[in-house]
């Protein structure tokens, strides 16, 4: 193929998934998959899965990192600067000029009525994100991700702590208890 | 320098956002509403509003609108990439390592370690979202007599909604917008 054909067609692809896909990257992702795997067949479906678990273990949106990804494995830096840019124009586009409309109107009465009526409706959305994620936490049962889920929750809300430090300290216990599960599974290794 | 301290603002939001857009909530309000005092809680939620009816990353819309409202079409281009770069630099050293060694293991347990954390994390955030929606404002201790009782009842139709028919993000934002467009205009 040739390259200004790849850049295009990453270009394009990346471009309109972003510009009609509402509901960020959980929504984002498969449909990136369909698209790069089964429609274009330049990926095949393991690798595929592979790129979106490195770019879940990444920071950052994730529909960013994964269209960044997709652009990396097809043409190196340049294909990944092309997929970035098709994934972050449309929003940033969008958000300009609702940025603008929102400066000249939301003194309005009846726009303020309409914030005011989904406020209610953002507060129910992030309750019910919060209830899904816990829940899949505490399923788990696994004693310390509940610890550290209970002490962030308190270190956060009563106490203030900065957000940076409760990240690191996790980031860490989570590091520890996976080298502690490697050298368990190998001392089980060992003793066969 | 306002636009060197919006990149590095959300430069450090896009840093530390584990586990997707709503991972960056917390972050956005310790930086933005706190730390800076660049937008206020209902500003905020407004942000977030916007967010959910609009296509893209939320971490992105957020950046592009709080950097319009702060300093102009470039403040919101200027915070976009600073709450892009970081992903894009470890993105790729992350897939540079994944492809030489075909392993994450480390890498992915530091991010199962951090997820508690997060789910606290945007918690938290929820908080003071809840706090906002119900009373106007999210200082402790709140007085119960000035609950707005209309945004409790959409609260509770849209949670209803959202369990029982698996109502869509936007759907909600739809109805009780719609709903609060003609009932707080009549009362």
Redesign the interface.
Same mark, same amino acid.
């Given at each position: 193929m040739e390259k200004k054909e790849l850049y295009t067609t990453l270009f394009r692809s990346t471009f309109f998934l972003?510009? #009609?896909? #509402?509901?960020? $990257?959980?929504v984002?992702v498969p449909l990136m998959e369909k698209k790069f795997v089964k429609e274009l067949g330049w990926i095949n479906e393991d690798e595929m899965l592979?790129l979106i678990?490195?770019?879940?273990?990444?920071?950052?949106?994730?529909? +960013?990192?994964t269209s960044?990804?997709v652009g990396? @494995?097809m043409a190196g830096?340049p294909g990944?600067?092309v997929t +970035?840019l098709g994934?972050?124009l449309?929003?940033?586009v969008?958000?300009?000029v609702?940025?603008?409309i929102?400066?000249a109107v @939301?003194d309005n009465?009846?726009v303020?009525?309409?914030?005011?009526?989904?406020?209610?409706?953002?507060?129910?959305?992030?309750?019910? +994100?919060?209830y899904n994620?816990?829940k899949r936490?505490v399923q788990q049962k696994k004693v310390v991700?509940?610890i550290?889920?209970?002490?962030?929750?308190v270190a $956060?809300?009563v106490f203030q702590v900065?957000?940076?430090w409760?990240?690191l +300290?996790?980031?860490?216990?989570?590091?520890l208890?996976?080298?502690i599960?490697?050298v368990g599974k190998k001392d089980k290794g060992d003793a066969k | 320098m306002i636009y060197l301290e919006l990149f590095l603002s959300f430069f450090q939001i896009?840093?530390?956002?584990?586990?997707?857009?709503?991972a960056?909530?917390?972050?956005i309000e310790?930086e933005l509403i706190h730390a800076q005092g660049w937008i206020t809680n209902q500003q905020f939620?407004?942000i977030?509003?916007?967010s959910?009816?609009?296509?893209?990353?939320?971490?992105?819309?957020a950046a592009?609108?709080s950097g319009?409202?702060i300093a102009g079409?470039a403040g919101?281009?200027i915070a *976009?990439i600073g709450?892009?770069l970081?992903?894009?630099i470890?993105?790729?050293i992350?897939?540079y390592f994944?492809f030489k060694y075909q392993n994450? *293991?480390?890498?992915?347990?530091? %991010?199962?370690?951090?997820?508690?954390? %997060?789910?606290?994390?945007?918690?938290?955030?929820?908080?003071t979202?809840?706090l906002?929606?119900?009373f106007g404002h999210s200082d402790w201790p709140v007085d119960i007599a000035n609950i707005n009782l %209309?945004?409790?009842v959409?609260?509770s139709v849209?949670?209803f909604l959202?369990?029982k028919y698996k109502a869509?993000?936007?759907q909600?934002?739809l109805? *009780?917008?719609?709903?609060?467009?003609i009932?707080?205009?009549f009362i």
């Open positions: 972003s510009m #009609f896909t #509402f509901g960020g $990257g959980y984002i592979n678990a490195v770019g879940q273990s990444a920071p950052g949106p994730i529909a +960013v990192n960044l990804l990396y @494995r830096v990944a600067l +970035v994934t972050i449309p929003p940033l969008i958000m300009t609702l940025a603008y929102y400066m @939301r009465a009846i303020n009525n309409v914030l005011l009526g989904m406020q209610a409706g953002v507060a129910a959305i992030i309750v019910n +994100v919060v994620m816990g936490i991700p509940m550290v889920m209970v002490a962030a929750l $956060g809300i900065n957000i940076l409760l990240l +300290v996790s980031a860490l216990i989570g590091a208890t996976t080298l599960e490697i | 896009g840093l530390f956002s584990f586990g997707g857009g709503y960056a909530l917390p972050l310790q939620i407004d977030l509003t916007l959910e009816m609009t296509p893209g990353p939320i971490a992105i819309n592009t609108f319009n409202q079409i919101g281009i *976009t709450v892009t970081p992903s894009v470890i993105v790729q992350l897939a994944y994450l *293991t480390i890498v992915q347990g530091v %991010v199962q370690g951090l997820r508690p954390a %997060v789910v606290a994390l945007i918690a938290s955030a929820g908080l979202i809840f906002t929606a119900m %209309v945004s409790i959409f609260f849209a949670i959202m369990r869509s993000p936007i909600v934002m109805i *009780t917008g719609v709903a609060g467009g009932i707080y205009s």
